[in-house]
């Protein structure tokens, strides 16, 4: 997995702080260790269903302030079974869960 301890706890923290519960993982390029590059692609599970757009954008920019400007594409479960969730939940590497 290409993310330090240090992103692993901004990631979990502000997710925590912004969420309050549920699970976020890391999928993508960056669970590769043999890769380069690549944005920070991570998949939210969260019982919150409230305001969601606002606190993925919340979510972001609080990250951001911690991390840096870095490429982060956030993902969040609606419930369906869309590709890109099978995907995420098969493959990604558990950051956090509450």
Do not use: N, W
């Not at 890391?26 to 260790?33: A, E, I, K, P, T």
């Not at 969040?76 to 098969?90: F, L, N, Q, V």
């Not at 990604?92 to 509450?98: A, E, H, N």
């Amino acid at each position: 997995m290409r993310l330090t301890s240090d992103e692993i706890h901004a990631i979990s923290e502000t997710f925590l702080q912004t969420f309050g519960s549920g699970t976020i993982r890391l999928f993508g390029s960056r669970v590769d260790d043999e890769k380069r590059g690549g944005d920070i692609d991570l998949y939210i599970e969260t019982p919150v269903r409230k305001e969601l757009l606002r606190k993925k954008i919340d979510f972001l920019v609080k990250l951001k302030r911690r991390i840096g400007d870095r490429k982060i594409d956030v993902v969040i479960d609606r419930g369906e079974d869309r590709p890109i969730d099978r995907i995420a939940k098969k493959e990604g590497v558990l950051l956090c869960r509450k």
